[in-house]
Nanobody, 121 residues
């Protein structure tokens, strides 16, 4: 079964840095767009950053210039380097990927289980 597994969340002080990683595995034929989303308490899930298979990127305005998304098409991983973290970045972060399975040859979006990022002094 296809699954996405995130790692790297935790507690960090304002101004600090964290790197989130996500690995896709399990009968994968191809991965198109990958991305990171977040959901803060009482708020809707929102896009943080996206990256295409060809490495084009798109960022939410709130994180532009502070976060960097990258991916490895061989390892089926996507990372999110987060710098200059602010308390407003506190949320559960979810990995997302558009994946085509080997068999049956179907394509849909998959989500990771989420990893908590807390920015606090």
């Amino acid at each position: 079964q296809v699954q996405l597994v995130e790692s790297g969340g935790g507690l960090v002080q304002p101004g600090g840095s964290l790197t989130l990683s996500c690995k896709a595995s399990g009968g994968i034929f191809n991965i198109d767009d990958m991305g990171w989303y977040r959901q803060a308490p009482g708020k809707e899930r929102e896009m943080v950053a996206e990256i295409t298979r060809g490495f084009s990127t798109h960022y939410a305005s709130a994180v532009k210039g502070r976060f960097t998304i990258s991916r490895d098409n061989i390892k089926n991983t996507v990372d999110l380097q987060m710098n200059t973290l602010e308390p407003e970045d506190t949320a559960v972060y979810f990995c997302n990927a558009q994946i085509t399975r080997l068999w049956p040859r179907t394509t849909r979006n998959y989500w990771g289980q989420g990893t908590q990022v807390t920015v606090s002094s």
